[in-house]
C-alpha cells in the first residue's frame, strides 16, 4: 500500500457460505477520496461495504487500513436494516456516535449534549430532541443517521444506498454533507444507483459486477460499454456454483 492511500484490497473475496459475491478485487483508494460504488442489483456492492467495515470476514485476501483502525470507519447500512421499533430517542440515538469517545458507559456531558445539539442542526433536525425515533419519516430517519455519523468524526465514512426511498430535498441537504466532508480530507466512498447523481457529484467510480469492470475517473467508468458487460456478467452469474479456489483466481 502507498502512502498516500488509506484503504488497500489485496486480492480480496468476499462472500457468505463459501460463495464469493466480491472476487478477484484488488486496488488502493487514496486519503480524501470520493467514490461511488455502482454496478446492477446483487453485484456485490453491499457485501464490500460490509467487509471494508469488518463485519464480513474475507474468503481470501485482505482488505488493508493504513493509517486508521477499524474503530475510525463510520458505516452506515441501508435504512431497511435499522430496527426503528426500538424505543429509543433522537437525542440518545445521535449521542450513540460519541460512544468510541466517551464509552458506553458514561453518561452523555454538557459538552456531549451541545455536539448531539450541533449535529442535529447541521442535518435540519432541530426541535425533533424529544421525538422517538419510531415517529420519524424515512427522510427524517436518514438525515438523524448523518447526525450520528457527524458526531464520529471518522476519516473513513461508508455509505450505503443513503439517498434511496427518501426526499428529494433531503437527498440534497446529504449530499451536502457528503461534499462537507470531503472538502474536510475524509474517504467517503458511497454506493448508489442513480448514475446521474454519481456523474455530478462524484469524481471517481468503481463498477462491480462481483467482480471489478471498471474503476478510476467516473466519466471513464460509466461507459456503455462498461455498464453492458456489469450486466452481462451479473446474468451470467450462477448461484450454485462453487467457490473458486485462490490458485484458479485470474490476475
Request: glycine fraction near 10%; hydrophobic fraction near 50%; aromatic fraction near 6%.
Amino acid at each position: 500500500m502507498t502512502a498516500a492511500a488509506i484503504l488497500a484490497f489485496d486480492d480480496l473475496t468476499l462472500g457468505y457460505d463459501r460463495h464469493p459475491a466480491v472476487h478477484h478485487l484488488r486496488g488502493t483508494v487514496p486519503w480524501g477520496d470520493l467514490l461511488a460504488v455502482v454496478g446492477p442489483n446483487g453485484a456485490g456492492k453491499s457485501t464490500l461495504l460490509k467487509g471494508i467495515a469488518g463485519l464480513l470476514r474475507p474468503l481470501g485476501g485482505a482488505v488493508r487500513l493504513n493509517g486508521i483502525t477499524r474503530n475510525q470507519v463510520a458505516y452506515l447500512p441501508q435504512q431497511a436494516e435499522i430496527d426503528r421499533s426500538f424505543p429509543i430517542g433522537v437525542v440518545d440515538f445521535v449521542a450513540m456516535g460519541l460512544w468510541r469517545q466517551l464509552g458506553a458507559l458514561r453518561g452523555l456531558t454538557a459538552g456531549g449534549r451541545e455536539r448531539v445539539a450541533g449535529a442535529l442542526a447541521a442535518v435540519g433536525l432541530t426541535g425533533f430532541e424529544r421525538r422517538a425515533i419510531g415517529s420519524l419519516s424515512g427522510g427524517q430517519m436518514q438525515r438523524l443517521l448523518f447526525a450520528r455519523l457527524l458526531l464520529q468524526d471518522a476519516p473513513l465514512i461508508l455509505l450505503d444506498e443513503p439517498f434511496t426511498a427518501i426526499d428529494g430535498k433531503t437527498a440534497a441537504d446529504l449530499m451536502q454533507l457528503v461534499r462537507r466532508w470531503h472538502g474536510e480530507r475524509r474517504t467517503v466512498l458511497v454506493v448508489l444507483h442513480d448514475l446521474d447523481q454519481v456523474s455530478r457529484h462524484f469524481p471517481h467510480a468503481m463498477l462491480l459486477a462481483r467482480e471489478p469492470v471498471a474503476w478510476g475517473a467516473t466519466a471513464e467508468v460509466l461507459t456503455a460499454a462498461n455498464m453492458t458487460r456489469a450486466r452481462a456478467l451479473c446474468e451470467a452469474w450462477n448461484e450454485t456454483a462453487a467457490p473458486c479456489a485462490r490458485a484458479t483466481m485470474p490476475a
